[in-house]
């Protein structure tokens, strides 16, 4: 007979040495996951610059996130020699243009579907109680 109890203590324990292995690699690779962090934070206000600051957001609280060793190290790369502190250019994307007629260019309104369509059938959801409506029906 298996003993589900002790199988499952050691699923628990195979689990928790796992999760140690992750954390470990993950607190010695801080300062690799925060740059990515960043360069995918760059990315996304390329691709939206309308929502920077939710990105922005996000990017902090993602950082925020990645577990760090007891004293700090893994949390940021290693300054450069000399204690300066490069300060990073920012790079400004080029304004997208939208071709003529596109959704997006000048003069444009992009199609909205709040408004019922005339043509469309009305629809009506079922009833709950069908069996009081029919009765309904046939008294008048």
């Known amino acids: 007979m298996v003993d589900f109890g002790s199988l499952a203590k050691k699923a628990q324990d195979a689990l928790a040495q796992g999760s140690d292995k992750i954390e470990a690699a993950l607190k010695d690779n801080a300062g690799k996951i925060e740059g990515a962090v960043d360069k995918a934070g760059q990315f996304a ?11 922005d957001n996000a990017t902090a609280k993602a950082k925020a996130a990645v577990p ?17 502190t490069p300060t990073p250019t920012p790079v400004t994307p080029p304004a997208p243009v939208a071709e003529p007629g596109a959704v997006g260019a000048p003069g444009v309104t992009p199609a909205t579907h709040t408004a019922p369509d005339a043509g469309a059938p009305s629809w009506t959801p079922p009833s709950p109680t069908p069996e009081v409506d029919r009765a309904a ?4």
């Open 45 to 55: 206000k390329e691709k939206m610059p309308d929502r920077a600051a939710q990105i």
């Open 68 to 84: 760090r060793h007891e004293d700090g190290t893994g949390a940021a790369p290693a300054a450069p020699a000399g204690g300066a």
């Open 137 to 140: 029906r046939e008294q008048g």
